[in-house]
């Protein structure tokens, strides 16, 4: 920034000086200077920047289909936080146990965060929006990831949120409060929106510090207000639009929904936070989770869900689960296990 300051500073004081054609002669060996300056930049191994847009980084989008729908996952990036603080009154030795199992960091629990696009005969419509800068550096990706997929965020006509939590509406307002999603209308349900735009909104039932609640609910709060006038609310079981069904998973917030998106003969759930970590949360279904609003109510949403999408060998979209977090839920003992897909390489 500062060397193309001081270049337009240096050419507007030349200008009273030199003719026009002696200016763009000027300009023209100027500009090839600082190719060569950014160019000697690059090679330098200790530059930064030249390192971060220029290292190879594994793939951030994953196409694949639903029945005549395009569909692809988006990655946010990334999240974590103490398992302790994540399953707060399960026993430590137990969850460092099944940690353990699974060849995972005993201290630290690691969250993708995946967002759906679809593309349907009318709508290019996004399930959630990332977390934005909620989170710091390792999230707040998707919309990048998505124009590099080729979808500009001007393309979006349809916002569909399964909850108000920030690592899923983080992306709809930038840092000056505008819309990110500039054409999109947004949708989510009635419960949800009646909760955090209530005059007193509080989580009396969470495990989670006061501070934590207190940012929850602004950010929720002040989100739902920013887009109410571009908002549709809907009831669970409702179509929302066409090929995507609202699906009641109430429990991690209050009008928490799961979309069932349908075509021809094929279908997929995409979850909401129902759960987010195979050995924490399928392992062992009845802990109870700090980020859900109501944790016993959440720990019986889960049950729920895992029956059904069990039964149903229903293909699964889930958020937090590890990129692109596409798979399904099996009977292990007397709990459940996933099974991820296998990796595609054409759609
Ligand atoms: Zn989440």
New binding site residues.
């Given amino acids: 920034m500062r060397v193309q300051h001081g270049y337009s500073d240096l050419l507007r004081g030349l200008t009273h000086y030199l003719s026009r054609g002696q200016l763009l002669l000027l300009s023209a060996c100027l500009s090839l200077g600082l190719v060569l300056l950014g160019n000697s930049a690059l090679s330098q191994p200790n530059s930064i920047e030249a390192v971060s847009e220029t290292a190879p980084t594994n793939a951030a989008v994953y196409h694949f289909k639903v029945g005549d729908l395009k569909a692809m996952v988006v990655s946010d990036g990334t999240l974590s936080f103490p398992a302790n603080f994540f399953v707060p009154k399960a026993d430590p030795n137990a969850v460092t146990s099944v940690l353990t199992d699974h060849f995972l960091s005993t201290e630290d629990v690691f969250a993708h ?1 995946n967002a759906l696009y679809i593309e349907t005969d009318e709508h290019q419509v996004l399930i959630d929006t990332g977390s934005g800068d909620a989170f710091g550096p390792t999230a707040g990706h998707l919309l990048k990831n998505l124009q590099a997929a080729g979808v500009a965020v001007t393309d979006i006509d349809t916002v569909i949120l399964t909850h108000a ?1 920030p ?2 509406i983080g992306g709809i307002l930038d840092a000056d409060g505008q819309l990110r999603l500039p054409n999109a209308q947004f949708y989510i349900s009635q419960a949800e929106a009646d909760f955090w735009t209530a005059d007193t909104v509080e989580l009396p039932k969470s495990l989670l510090d006061e501070e934590t609640k207190a940012g929850l609910i602004a950010t929720a709060k002040g989100t739902m207000m920013a887009i109410r006038d571009r908002t549709t609310l809907f009831t669970m079981g409702d179509e929302v639009i066409p090929h995507i069904q609202a699906v009641d998973s109430a429990g991690h917030t209050p009008g928490q929904a799961s979309y069932l998106i349908t075509s021809g003969e094929e279908s997929l759930l995409a979850t909401g ?1 129902v759960f987010f970590s195979d050995p924490l949360n399928l392992e062992n279904p009845d802990w109870e989770v700090a ?1 859900d609003g109501d944790p016993e109510q959440g720990v019986i949403a889960r049950r729920n869900l895992l029956e059904t999408v069990t039964a149903e060998r229903r293909l699964l979209l889930v ?2 689960m590890p990129f692109p977090g596409l798979g399904h839920v099996r009977p292990q003992a007397d709990a459940y296990g996933w099974e991820p897909i296998v990796w595609r390489f054409t759609v």
């Fill in positions: 965060v939590h690592d899923h936070d980020f958020p937090h």
